[in-house]
T-cell receptor
Framework: AQKITQTQPGMFVQEKEAVTLDCTYDTSDQSYGLFWYKQPSSGEMIFLIY??????QNATEGRYSLNFQKARKSANLVISASQLGDSAMYFCAKRPRNTGGFKTIFGAGTRPFVKA | DTGVSQDPRHKITKRGQNVTFRCDPI?????LYWYRQTLGQGPEFLTY????????KSRLLSDRFSAERPKGSFSTLEIQRTEQGDSAMYLC?????????FGQGTRLTVV
């Protein structure tokens, strides 16, 4: 079965430091996309970053970068220069690319707590 | 356009009642998704529409659940004969390409 594993339920992070959120996945898909979403306490899911399985470069979006290791099936999110507003739930997700982009599966999430 | 809109934001219902939720996607998005999220978990896929066609349904979507997108614009999710286990956040998302935009969800509480 396809599964996303996020093993860090919660963590403390010092403001201005970098933090890595782990994500590993199972897949039988040849082509797929990996996503990270942020969910603040207000509930909405905010798209952060996307990595295609055949992309040669690791994705970056501002303070977010994705450390993609295809052979290890890992897609860790790195948040640089943490801010207090980064305290939220973060979800890793995967979606097959050749089926038109539906049935995204999500991990259980990781919650970093950024402290001043 | 202010993004994906869901209505209502909160719904409390008695067990056995029917409920209906509405999702208005971003206007130019042809893809629409419904997810369910329970406390402490990530969202679980329920169903997917491309325009008005429902192309995939999860096994989570029992026969008490039905979703429609009649004109390829807004969508409704109906739950009949609600059970306490249906209590969850119901999230709608829409996309045109890679990135899916989520609404703020409808939180259902069945008492």
């Amino acid at each position: 079965a396809q599964k996303i594993t996020q093993t860090q339920p919660g963590m403390f992070v010092q403001e201005k430091e970098a933090v890595t959120l782990d994500c590993t996945y199972d897949t039988s898909d040849q082509s797929y996309g990996l996503f990270w979403y942020k969910q603040p306490s207000s509930g909405e899911m905010i798209f952060l970053i996307y990595q295609g399985s055949y992309d040669e470069q690791n994705a970056t979006e501002g303070r977010y970068s994705l450390n993609f290791q295809k052979a290890r099936k890992s897609a860790n999110l790195v948040i640089s220069a943490s801010q207090l507003g980064d305290s939220a739930m973060y979800f890793c997700a995967k979606r097959p690319r050749n089926t038109g982009g539906f049935k995204t599966i999500f991990g259980a999430g990781t919650r970093p707590f950024v402290k001043a | 356009d202010t993004g994906v809109s869901q209505d209502p934001r909160h719904k409390i219902t008695k067990r056995g009642q029917n409920v209906t939720f509405r999702c208005d996607p971003i206007s130019e998005h042809n893809r629409l998704y419904w997810y369910r999220q329970t406390l402490g978990q990530g969202p679980e896929f329920l169903t997917y529409f491309q325009n008005e066609a429902q192309l995939e349904k999860s096994r989570l979507l029992s026969d008490r659940f039905s979703a429609e997108r009649p004109k390829g614009s807004f969508s409704t999710l109906e739950i009949q004969r609600t059970e306490q286990g249906d209590s969850a956040m119901y999230l709608c998302a829409s996309s045109h390409d890679i990135e899916a935009f989520f609404g703020q969800g409808t939180r259902l509480t069945v008492v």
